[in-house]
């Protein structure tokens, strides 16, 4: 399988390349942002040429200044995912897009199937949903579509990160508990959508959309006072507050728990529970 991997720099991008470098069938080219512009439709074909599989790991991710520059984020998130995915009906190639929760609302009050209707609160959300529908317009046999939500990593920002070199500067946290999610751990998506990759080639997972996040729910709150716990430091220090005490630009959704149901269908298990993983991405 020759894979092509765009934002290959990124938290996500580089776990998939680092995975697909070790692997003894596989190739990948590890495209960076300096290296491939994918709002370029021509350097993007170009690029895509004689690949089987396109990741697009590449993003617009500023969820709060996409607000203020919706139509710059929409090239990246939107226009190029269609400048992504026409190259791939060109060259016969399958492209994973990774898309968010964000599409969503947030007001639902159990997990968000696959075919949910969607109805983004936010530019970010709204951008990403264009890129969606860029994949199953122009690729309807050979596109597929995995959305992703509260991710950390060992490269990059993140929630987890942020926790840990807090809770070395201050001795309380005052984190968020009205937003529901499911923390996932970067490398674990990664392993999952290889596996895509693999199945979607060999005929056993059909295009469309599919939730890659970890299974059971928290709120960031939760999230928090596990990562300390596991840390070895007191997770009393987290203590609960609400959005409202943190305004931000773009509104966030209140409840992100996304369904699984259709990796059965493509002989794929669903990802574990943020909890296995969470110990995994923090060993002791």
């Known amino acids: 399988m020759k894979v092509l991997v765009t934002g290959a720099a990124g938290m996500l991008g580089r776990d998939l390349v680092d995975i697909l470098t070790g692997h003894p069938r596989h190739t990948v080219t590890a495209a960076t942002r300096a290296a491939l512009d994918i709002t370029d439709p021509t350097a993007t074909h170009t690029a895509v040429a004689g690949h089987d599989v396109v990741i697009n790991a590449a993003a617009w991710t500023d969820v709060d200044g996409a607000e203020e520059h919706e139509a710059t984020a929409t090239a990246v998130n939107g226009d190029a995912v269609a400048h992504l995915a026409t190259a791939c009906a060109a060259h ?57 939500a509260w991710l950390y990593g060992a490269h990059g920002r993140n929630f987890v990160t942020t926790m840990l070199r807090l809770a070395d500067q201050r001795e309380f946290l005052d984190v968020v508990d009205d937003q529901r999610g499911q923390p996932t751990w970067s490398y674990a998506l990664a392993q999952q959508l290889i596996a895509l990759a693999e199945a979607a080639l060999a005929g056993r997972a059909a295009p469309g959309v599919y939730h890659g996040t970890c299974a059971g729910e928290t709120t960031w709150y939760g999230l928090a006072r596990a990562v300390l716990d596991r840390h070895g430091l007191d997770p009393e220090r987290i203590r609960p507050t609400t959005s409202v005490r943190f305004p931000r630009p773009a509104p966030r959704p209140a409840y992100s728990v996304l369904g699984h149901a259709r990796w059965s269908a493509a002989g794929l298990a669903p990802l574990p529970h943020w909890h296995r993983t969470l110990e995994q991405a923090l060993p002791q």
């Not at 994973?96 to 609160?121: K, M, N, W």
């Not at 530019?123 to 995995?146: C, N």
């Open 92 to 148: 016969d190639a399958r492209l994973l897009q990774i898309s968010t929760d964000y599409v969503f609302p947030g007001d639902a009050g159990h997990p968000y199937r696959e075919d949910a209707p969607t109805a983004p609160i936010n530019a970010y959300g709204r951008s990403k949903l264009a890129g969606e529908q860029a994949v199953a317009r122009l690729l309807p046999d050979t596109g597929y579509v995995v959305r992703t």
